[in-house]
């Protein structure tokens, strides 16, 4: 149980390490890029990616779930998905390339057609990726992770940035997507042990898809209307107006994949062994639901607060349609935040029916907020998307009170204090804004006032993610820096 526990604590911190290194990089390649290139640009390969984010859910998400819930997958097994995932893959770049020129019709833009036929490479790309994400995460290798996501974003952001300087505009941005994937698919190929053998086994392929399917079609839902959203607003406005709303969401984003996005990597593989323990499974998701909560909550209000001068300071006044998108944007992940916990409970079940239920369920509802917004304005379209997410917390909640008995009332009483808490701290920095002060004294009192009232705030309630926090940073000081 203790070696256990150790490997669940390393897989933590490697994979904090390889979320907080390679978005650190890449936040910081973003904003010297941002500052070069002009929002247009990013919009072009906003567009594009609408596109090619939806087709890299068929060979990413079901295949790798199915390889990580299996407890005792084999190397037939992973060998069996590696090659209806690739074929899958090269089927697809296919489609996207024949249809090129009917996105770019679609967009009345025709500088889409060569960045969709060179970026949509990915796709193949990342079916390779998503068989060796699998492997890692059921050996709880993170450390791996970490080092070929930072090599590769490194190198591929060094690539971007000199692109950018030489005037090579959207071609900057799209060569830097591209090398990123295959730099990290390259470094991760000799570190690990696993290769693809000339091994199929058509009975294999049945079982693990009988539940990677399921898991792959809610995939699919989610980010085919989350993509939708994208495609929608350039298709009604244009790209720099999607550049704005896209940048507005970058910067709750990176909050949401370092924090969310660890818990989540190292917890699935963790809760999938005790899919047969509802009571176990109740307990750390408890845990990881108070954790992210607490962390994730005050960040997003703060920034929300602090959107102007962060935007001012980091990307400079031409992006600053961008600020009331990133605070509307902020308050719509805090709820994403409890849904992701719930869906990580459910899917580590095994139930992957109920996590296909609950998105065809919450799609109608999404359509109506999309829909109703797009013709008003796209800062609607943002505004619907904190409403759509409440919405989707609500329901995304309600099946683990049959599936691990983790009650609605049960979920206040986890997050409620940490939220209300949150609002207190946001509320006590707003004042600040209206000093009018240079952008990097505002930002640090932001931080030190917000931090003594919601750290102080924390204390005096007793709240036990606080003292687990401060736990959990003295054991990393201990094992990793002083020995």
């Known amino acids: 149980m203790n070696k ?45 990616n609408v596109f090619i984010v939806i087709m890299e859910v068929f060979v990413t998400t079901g295949f790798s779930s199915a390889l990580i819930q299996k407890k005792n997958a084999t190397r037939l097994d992973f060998s069996t998905l590696f090659y209806c995932s690739f074929i899958f893959s090269i089927i697809l770049y296919g489609i996207t390339f024949l249809c090129s020129g009917l996105i770019a019709r679609f967009y009345h833009n025709e500088m889409l057609i060569p960045v969709i036929k060179i970026l949509s490479l990915r796709i ?29 974003t490194i190198f591929s952001g060094i690539l971007g940035i000199a692109l950018a300087y030489m005037g090579f505009g959207v071609w900057a941005l799209v060569w830097q997507g591209l090398t990123s ?15 693809p053998y000339f091994e199929f086994s058509i009975s294999e392929a049945k079982v693990l898809m009988n539940y990677g399917w399921k898991v792959l079609a809610a ?67 408890r845990q990881s639901m108070r954790m992210s909560s607490f962390v994730i909550f005050p960040l997003m209000f703060g920034l929300a607060v602090a959107a102007k001068p962060i935007t ?51 799609k109608p509802v999404y359509l109506i907020f999309i829909l109703s917004s797009i013709k008003i304005s796209v800062i609607a379209v943002a505004i619907s998307m904190v409403l759509n997410n409440f919405v989707e917390m609500l329901i995304d909640v309600l099946p683990n009170k049959k599936v691990i008995n983790y009650s609605y009332s049960e979920q206040l009483k986890d997050i409620v204090p940490t939220f209300i808490l949150a609002v207190i701290m946001a509320l006590c920095i707003f004042p600040i804004s ?40 003295k054991v990393i000081v201990y094992r990793y820096i002083i020995s």
Not at 18 to 24: A, D, R
Not at 181 to 187: C, K, P, S
Not at 320 to 345: E, R, Y
């Open 124 to 152: 193949p790309i990342s079916a390779f990726n998503s068989i060796q994400m699998a492997y890692v995460s059921r050996h709880m290798a993170f450390k791996k992770i970490f080092a070929s996501t930072t090599i590769a």
């Open 4 to 48: 256990k526990k150790d490997s669940v604590f390393s897989g933590f911190f490697w994979k904090f390490n390889e979320q907080i290194t390679g978005q650190l990089v890449s936040f910081v390649v973003s904003i010297i890029l941002a500052r070069i290139l002009a929002p247009k640009e990013y919009g072009i390969v906003a567009l594009v």
């Open 219 to 285: 995939n699919f839902l989610g980010t085919f209307f989350l993509q939708f959203r994208s495609l929608i607003i350039g298709r009604f406005y244009n790209a720099a107006d999607l550049a704005y709303y896209n940048r507005g969401s970058r910067f709750p984003e990176l909050i949401s994949n370092n924090v969310d996005g660890t818990i989540s990597s190292v917890l699935f593989p963790v809760l999938s062994q005790y899919s047969d323990n509802p009571n176990k499974l109740k307990d750390l998701t």
């Open 312 to 362: 001012i300071l980091l990307l400079t006044r031409k992006w600053l349609p961008s600020v009331p998108f990133m605070q509307f944007l902020c308050i719509a992940f805090c709820f994403s935040t409890i849904s992701n916990a719930n869906m990580q409970a459910i899917k580590a079940s095994g139930r992957s029916d109920v996590l296909l239920e609950l998105e065809v369920l919450k």
């Open 434 to 473: 209206f000093l009018h002060l240079n952008p990097i004294l505002e930002i640090i009192l932001d931080l030190i006032i917000g931090a003594f009232v919601y750290l102080g705030g924390a204390y005096l309630l007793g709240l036990q993610s606080l003292l687990y926090l401060f736990n959990y940073l």
């Open 181 to 195: 994937a295959l730099f990290q698919t390259i470094v991760l190929f000799f570190q690990i042990p696993w290769r």
